[in-house]
């Protein structure tokens, strides 16, 4: 398994990110909007949104003074396809 691909799931395992993955699939905004409906800090949100900016699943634009996210569809994409591709491979016989 390649490494962007393994960091993309590990972003998703942590709670606060999955949150935040799900209040961006409804459609593109800024922090401050997020942090409202959320119950971490303004710095613990940011660290949030870098990881999950930093693994490809998020895409971060400025828009004047704001910072505007938005999920990137093609790597859910890739996600699903990589987890398609594996729940249909064949057993492998492991001789130990």
């Not at 900016?53 to 569809?73: C, D, F, M, P, Q």
């Amino acid at each position: 398994m390649n490494n962007k691909i393994t960091e993309s799931f590990k972003v998703l395992s942590d709670p606060n990110r999955l949150e935040i993955v799900e209040l961006l699939l409804k459609g593109e905004t800024c922090g401050c909007t997020l942090i409202d409906k959320l119950p971490i800090s303004q710095p613990t949100l940011s660290y949030h949104l870098k990881a999950i900016t930093n693994a490809g699943l998020a895409i971060s634009r400025r828009e004047g003074n704001w910072v505007k996210h938005y999920i990137n569809r093609d790597k859910i994409d890739e996600m699903i396809d990589f987890l398609e591709a594996l729940k249909n491979m064949e057993k492998i016989e492991c001789n130990l």
